[in-house]
């Protein structure tokens, strides 16, 4: 059963994240929020250009897939854990005024290690 965005809990953050690319290059982006089935990034318009050249996004009807990484905070500390990494497919896409671009991303397949980190993270965010 697919879970609406409304169904999940989505933290609004500020965290490093980076897509590699099928030659083991790496794109930086910023990601804007995170939820245990996906995040938003944001990136400026020549990086977003960038991806699609490389062929990584293309349009979310392509179905695109590729590997994210990205690193959550440790809750209470400006530190960040160890790099999370997932295989996530690009749910949509959308230019977000001249400075920027927009990316959703739902995972697929999340490293065990990472998905321990984002439960952890997620049962620390929602304490009352």
């Not at 897509?19 to 982006?29: F, K, N, P, S």
Request: glycine residues 8%.
């Amino acid at each position: 059963m697919t879970e609406k965005r409304t169904d999940v809990p989505r933290v609004e953050l500020d965290f490093p994240a980076a897509v590699v690319l099928e030659d083991g290059a790496m794109v930086h982006l910023h990601g804007i929020n995170i939820s245990p089935c996906g995040m938003g990034l944001g990136c400026d318009p020549t990086t977003a250009q960038t991806l699609v050249f490389h062929g990584s996004l293309v349009s979310p009807d392509a179905g695109a897939e590729f590997q994210i990484q990205w690193k959550l905070p440790s809750l209470g500390s400006e530190d960040f854990v160890s790099p999370c990494h997932a295989r996530a497919r690009l749910a949509w896409s959308r230019p977000a005024g001249p400075e920027g671009h927009r990316l959703g991303l739902q995972f697929l397949d999340v490293e065990a290690e990472s998905q321990t980190n984002l439960d952890r993270f997620f049962r620390r965010v929602m304490e009352p």
